[in-house]
């Protein structure tokens, strides 16, 4: 049985990343949440974590304190559910657009933080940030044009790519961000989750507000 330590859900998004991929594949584990900028955080978080940060797994005496290595280790783990495409090239692509959100994109996590809670314009979109947008867009498009036959999500099946784009639907949504027919097909399916609804309603049920993460 596996334990995940995450943050806020209204505000982790990278804990938001490994918890939907274990609960997507409905795989078990018990769930300990942290506050995010708290005292009981700054206590705790090293007795879990040793880079000081959420998400960690742990697995018997093993912890894993990445979202990108949690969810190479839970595809070592379950081969038989398929957590990366089953396909070689396809594979290589989820892999290269996973890495390319876990390194990149830094406009759209400084300026678009995640906030479950929110739902406003983005104030103003700098044309770095346009930029990043873009290439969102392209990533989701180009998957949907090439895999749809198989499924509804980037690579027909849930992978641990879409688990790696969720929090990016959530702020699209949250901050109004236009996007074409074809990424909001993509966008739709992925909030229509039961999963990501029980995540956005739990994110919603918490009090805690950290400022600067809100307007
Ligand atoms: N590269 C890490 C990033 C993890 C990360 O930045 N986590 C944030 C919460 S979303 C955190 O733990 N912040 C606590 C702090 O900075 O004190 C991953 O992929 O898991």
Same mark, same amino acid.
């Given at each position: ?29 018990? /769930? ?9 955080? %700054? ?12 998400? @960690? ?35 290589? @692509?989820?892999?290269?657009? !996973? ?28 044309? %770095?940030?346009?930029?990043?947008? /873009? ?5 989701? !498009? ?9 499924? /509804? ?5 849930? !992978? ?6 969720a929090? @990016?639907v959530l702020?699209?949504d949250?901050?109004?961000? /236009? ?5 909001? %097909?993509?966008m739709e399916t992925m909030r229509s989750l039961?999963?990501l609804q029980?995540?956005i ?6 009090? %805690? ?7």
């Amino acid at each position: 049985m596996y334990t995940l330590v995450i943050g806020n859900k209204n505000y982790s998004s990278w804990s938001l990343r490994a918890w939907l991929l274990l609960t997507q594949f409905d795989i078990e584990f018990e /769930e300990l949440r942290l506050r995010l900028n708290d005292d009981e955080f %700054e206590q705790n978080i090293r007795h879990y974590s040793p880079s000081g940060l959420v998400p @960690v797994l742990i697995s018997g005496d093993l912890r894993i304190w990445d979202s990108l290595a949690i969810s190479e280790y839970i595809a070592e783990q379950h081969p038989e559910l398929n957590c990366w495409p089953k396909k070689t090239a396809a594979r290589a @692509v989820a892999r290269s657009i !996973s890495s390319e959100m876990h390194s990149g994109f830094s406009q759209i996590r400084t300026c678009l933080p995640m906030n479950c809670r929110r739902k406003k314009p983005a104030a103003a979109i700098s044309p %770095e940030l346009a930029d990043e947008i /873009e290439r969102v867009r392209d990533i989701w !498009s180009s998957c949907r044009r090439e895999y749809a036959r198989n499924g /509804e999500f980037l690579f027909g099946g849930f !992978s641990i790519a879409d688990a790696m784009y969720a929090p @990016v639907v959530l702020r699209f949504d949250s901050y109004g961000i /236009e996007v074409g027919a074809m990424e909001a %097909e993509y966008m739709e399916t992925m909030r229509s989750l039961p999963s990501l609804q029980a995540w956005i309603s739990a994110a919603r049920a918490e009090t %805690e507000i950290i400022e600067a993460y809100e307007d």
